[in-house]
């Protein structure tokens, strides 16, 4: 995994919507076939980028509100981003 490699993939997902990004544990272990500490490192410098460009970040199972609704980050989901 290179920086090159995180750094589009996030683009990709602001490109498919710049305001509700979403990492899940299938897309990032099982189709990337990440490692273990290869998905917390992109995690946390996602989080990171994501973060100095304005977005909420919540983990597993934080609570958020999206469109008026509290929702909860769910177990298959590492890492969710609302502009």
Known sequence: MTMQFISD???K???EDPN???FTFYELRVKENLSEADTD???SLAAQRLEN???LIYKTGDTYTLN???KKVE???LLI???
């Open 9 to 11: 993939l996030i683009d």
């Open 13 to 15: 997902k602001i490109d």
């Open 20 to 22: 509700f990004i979403r």
């Open 41 to 43: 490192t992109l995690l």
């Open 53 to 55: 460009n304005r977005y």
């Open 68 to 70: 008026g609704e509290q």
């Open 75 to 77: 177990s298959n989901e």
């Open 81 to 83: 981003a609302i502009k």
